[in-house]
């Protein structure tokens, strides 16, 4: 590790002369990354870091979990997810997957899409319910659940798909944006988009960018070359995880989500209603979408409003830290969020809370 | 504390805490029950002392590579024993079976009650057994309890560590945590992640053997050595890691990575965490890496002044603080 120290020493130099620079970065894992090893204290001054929309789990929005929820309750139903997923309460409640299961709901926790197939095949009276989570890293696993559904006629599995993608949401966010001065970009989700798909963060948003691995390492070495660019007045993209990420991407994975999946609006908890930023199934696998095989119609209304005092919007934006917010580690702890950023591990403010406070 | 119990008040953590303190101490919280050891010590008059102690086993699924629900319920109670200066002499063993439960498998776990209790050099000498619906059990709970007397040729334990101590763990850890983890989740690990789910009386002897004052000893279940590092900071005193430090196997390590777990937080049933002062850790360390169950005994970390937080140095130099762990552990996402 005295690699890590070498790179701070060249994190330092690099922003010697850089005007003062607020790096946001999108990705649950870097978050996760820069609370752990404690990598803001290796930040010289003027350069910030603050964690975007990168938690999948905490973006999602109240609307699915309590048609997720609902799923989960009905007889005959065995709903499956993602470990973190089943924390997530309701917007200023209690209510999650993991107190469905605690009063008798079929729920399970899963790896990988693919236990949803086979929990399906071996318990065929079941009706299996994939839900779906995640961004374009998670996205291509539940279209190949799907395609190997199709494909053996598997019927008692669907999937509620709440996947979302990460440029439309960046667009959204970052658009008219003049807190955030350049972007860490998601190595995970570059890995399957290809680098390309963040040329529009320099060349639409003019901010220079860096795609990152997920190692403190990697996080400096990624933050050394956007330093430099902001001391050089450069905006440009750089790959700095060529080991996973290509300029095109994982063409697989993205042929087999385009066969599966395509865009559409999506509401993400925190920040509302984005354009595009989400994933529906394609007609031919209708019959496998949840939200089509059962009548979700009873589901109750969720209201859409954030708790009193949650600041969790402006976080997401970089416009405040977690511990600006008037509910944190108050109103608002791991065990009991109040709002979306303090419910998963990756979150920006069950980081700060859980690594913070040296 | 909330309305209704949740799982999160088995885990270990704060919700945990929180009903002992509110629920269990009001109502029959005895001056031994008060001190919250890993086993109570009761005078019977003035000079004879039992340590008593007790443990539910609800693991899923009952067998995992390196053990089972049998070793796992002798280990757990010896264990308990064992850190709080006794020596480990009876058993209860209570059963609650579920009914269209294998006879079969209840023997085997029988058997591998009666093998641990043998290596670990106690006796089972009372049970009992209850069977409930099909449904309503897992298939089998079992309750184990455990008295040890206090008359081994050493000082008892402390509570907790004191600035200047050094921490010692006595093996790797994490292992049990993982190893239940991805035998429950169906994670193929291979070779399989093993539990560490061992008798500890033989190597805490030697451990207070040397003589070295020990100023405190816990095994590190539930909450791992996050929880008991947190339990033990109190005001005046910090607990410092190094991370570079932590014993931790390597497939254990690279599961932890995988599946977004802190092993600092993922249960142990074979190695005990302890606290010496820094000028005798390494007589202490000698002692448990020459004995068979502590061969990669090492010091992670040392107690100094300041106001009872635990931190963790990184591997980069940097800090952070360890909280004391809430809710159930569960995979992250990718």
């Given at each position: 590790?005295?690699?890590?120290?070498?790179?701070?020493?060249?994190?330092?130099?690099?922003?010697?002369?850089?005007?003062?620079?607020?790096?946001?970065?999108?990705?649950?894992?870097?978050?996760?990354?820069?609370?752990?090893?404690?990598?803001?204290?290796?930040?010289?001054?003027?350069?910030?870091?603050?964690?975007?929309?990168?938690?999948p789990v905490?973006v999602t929005d109240?609307a699915d979990i309590?048609r997720a929820?609902?799923l989960?309750?009905?007889?005959?139903v065995t709903l499956l997810s993602f470990?973190?997923m089943?924390?997530?309460?309701?917007?200023?409640?209690?209510?999650?997957?993991?107190?469905?299961?605690?009063?008798?709901?079929?729920?399970r926790?899963a790896t990988s899409p693919m236990d949803a197939l086979r929990v399906a095949q071996?318990?065929p009276?079941r009706q299996v319910v994939w839900f779906a989570v995640g961004f374009e890293t998670t996205a291509p696993l539940t279209a190949a659940l799907l395609r190997r559904a199709r494909v053996e006629g598997v019927r008692n599995v669907s999937v509620l798909c709440a996947h979302k993608t990460m440029p439309a949401a960046?667009?959204?966010?970052?658009?008219?944006?003049?807190?955030?001065?350049?972007?860490?970009?998601p190595?995970h989700v570059a890995a399957i988009t290809g680098?390309d798909a963040f040329?529009?963060?320099?060349?639409?948003?003019?901010?220079?960018?860096?795609?990152?691995?997920?190692?403190?390492?990697?996080?400096?070495?990624?933050?050394?070359?956007?330093?430099?660019?902001?001391?050089?007045?450069?905006?440009?993209?750089?790959?700095?995880?060529?080991?996973a990420v290509t300029?095109a991407g994982n063409q697989a994975a993205l042929a087999l989500l385009e066969e599966v999946m395509r865009p559409c609006d999506a509401r993400w908890?925190?920040?509302?209603s984005i354009p595009g930023s989400g994933l529906t199934l394609h007609e031919p696998y209708a019959d496998w979408d949840a939200a089509r095989r059962f009548?979700l119609?009873?589901?109750?209304?969720?209201?859409?409003?954030?708790?009193?005092?949650?600041?969790?919007?402006?976080?997401?934006?970089?416009?405040?830290?977690?511990?600006?917010?008037?509910?944190?580690?108050?109103?608002?702890?791991?065990?009991?969020?109040?709002?979306?950023?303090?419910?998963?591990?990756?979150?920006?403010?069950?980081?700060?809370?859980?690594?913070?406070?040296? | 504390?909330?309305?209704?119990?949740?799982?999160?008040?088995?885990?270990?953590?704060?919700?945990?805490?929180?009903?002992?303190?509110?629920?269990?101490?009001?109502?029959?919280?005895?001056?031994?029950?008060?001190?919250?050891?890993?086993?109570?010590?009761?005078?019977?008059?003035?000079?004879?002392?039992?340590?008593?102690?007790?443990?539910?086993?609800?693991?899923?699924?009952?067998?995992?590579?390196?053990?089972?629900?049998?070793?796992?319920?002798?280990?757990?109670?010896?264990?308990?024993?064992?850190?709080?200066?006794?020596?480990?002499?009876?058993?209860?063993?209570?059963?609650?079976?579920?009914?269209?439960?294998?006879?079969?498998?209840?023997?085997?776990?029988?058997?591998?009650?009666?093998?641990?209790?043998?290596?670990?050099?106690?006796?089972?000498?009372?049970?009992?057994?209850?069977?409930?619906?099909?449904?309503?059990?897992?298939?089998?709970?079992?309750?184990?309890?455990?008295?040890?007397?206090?008359?081994?040729?050493?000082?008892?334990?402390?509570?907790?560590?004191?600035?200047?101590?050094?921490?010692?763990?006595?093996?790797?850890?994490?292992?049990?945590?993982?190893?239940?983890?991805?035998?429950?989740?169906?994670?193929?690990?291979?070779?399989?992640?093993?539990?560490?789910?061992?008798?500890?009386?033989?190597?805490?002897?030697?451990?207070?053997?040397?003589?070295?004052?020990?100023?405190?000893?816990?095994?590190?279940?539930?909450?791992?050595?996050?929880?008991?590092?947190?339990?033990?900071?109190?005001?005046?005193?910090?607990?410092?890691?190094?991370?570079?430090?932590?014993?931790?196997?390597?497939?254990?390590?690279?599961?932890?990575?995988?599946?977004?777990?802190?092993?600092?937080?993922?249960?142990?049933?074979?190695?005990?965490?302890?606290?010496?002062?820094?000028?005798?850790?390494?007589?202490?360390?000698?002692?448990?890496?020459?004995?068979?169950?502590?061969?990669?005994?090492?010091?992670?970390?040392?107690?100094?002044?300041?106001?009872?937080?635990?931190?963790?140095?990184?591997?980069?130099?940097?800090?952070?603080?360890?909280?004391?762990?809430?809710?159930?552990?569960?995979?992250?996402i990718c």
């Open positions: 590790m005295s690699d890590a120290r070498a790179l701070a020493g060249a994190l330092a130099r690099a922003a010697e002369g850089m005007p003062p620079t607020v790096v946001m970065e999108v990705c649950g894992t870097h978050t996760q990354s820069v609370a752990r090893y404690g990598l803001r204290q290796l930040l010289p001054p003027g350069l910030s870091l603050i964690s975007g929309p990168g938690c905490c109240d309590a929820l609902w989960a309750r009905t007889p005959g470990g973190d089943l924390r997530v309460p309701l917007s200023g409640g209690r209510d999650s997957l993991l107190r469905a299961k605690e009063q008798g709901a079929d729920v926790l071996a318990e009276s960046l667009r959204a966010l970052l658009r008219g944006n003049s807190r955030v001065q350049a972007l860490l970009c190595g680098v040329r529009f963060v320099p060349e639409e948003l003019g901010l220079p960018a860096a795609v990152s691995g997920f190692g403190p390492e990697e996080i400096l070495l990624a933050l050394t070359d956007i330093t430099r660019m902001r001391a050089g007045g450069e905006v440009a993209l750089r790959n700095d995880y060529p080991a300029a908890r925190g920040l509302g009548d119609s009873a589901v109750p209304e969720v209201s859409p409003e954030a708790p009193t005092g949650c600041c969790c919007a402006e976080i997401l934006r970089g416009e405040r830290a977690p511990t600006d917010c008037p509910l944190f580690g108050r109103a608002c702890t791991p065990e009991r969020p109040a709002g979306p950023c303090m419910v998963s591990a990756e979150g920006a403010c069950a980081a700060a809370y859980q690594y913070g406070g040296i | 504390m909330e309305q209704e119990i949740t799982l999160a008040h088995g885990a270990g953590g704060e919700a945990y805490r929180e009903l002992v303190r509110d629920v269990f101490l009001p109502a029959y919280g005895s001056r031994e029950l008060r001190e919250l050891g890993d086993s109570a010590l009761c005078q019977l008059d003035e000079t004879a002392r039992l340590a008593f102690t007790t443990d539910g086993f609800v693991v899923r699924p009952l067998c995992f590579p390196g053990g089972d629900i049998g070793s796992l319920c002798v280990s757990g109670t010896v264990n308990d024993l064992a850190v709080a200066g006794a020596v480990p002499r009876f058993l209860s063993v209570s059963m609650i079976v579920e009914a269209g439960f294998s006879t079969d498998e209840l023997r085997r776990v029988a058997e591998s009650i009666a093998r641990t209790a043998e290596s670990a050099n106690v006796r089972v000498v009372t049970g009992d057994t209850k069977v409930v619906e099909r449904g309503k059990a897992d298939g089998l709970y079992v309750v184990t309890s455990g008295v040890g007397s206090l008359d081994g040729d050493w000082a008892l334990p402390g509570q907790a560590p004191m600035v200047g101590d050094a921490l010692i763990v006595s093996g790797p850890i994490a292992s049990h945590g993982m190893a239940v983890m991805a035998a429950r989740e169906n994670l193929c690990f291979q070779p399989p992640i093993e539990s560490d789910a061992r008798p500890l009386a033989s190597l805490a002897r030697a451990a207070y053997e040397t003589g070295v004052p020990v100023h405190a000893m816990r095994d590190p279940t539930r909450g791992g050595v996050g929880a008991t590092l947190c339990e033990w900071a109190a005001p005046g005193v910090d607990l410092l890691l190094r991370e570079a430090d932590l014993p931790i196997r390597l497939d254990v390590r690279a599961a932890c990575a995988l599946l977004g777990m802190e092993p600092l937080f993922a249960a142990n049933e074979g190695v005990f965490l302890v606290a010496v002062p820094q000028a005798r850790a390494d007589e202490l360390l000698a002692a448990l890496r020459a004995h068979p169950d502590g061969r990669e005994a090492a010091i992670i970390g040392r107690a100094v002044a300041g106001e009872g937080r635990v931190l963790a140095e990184t591997e980069l130099g940097t800090q952070r603080r360890i909280l004391m762990p809430r809710g159930e552990l569960l995979p992250r």
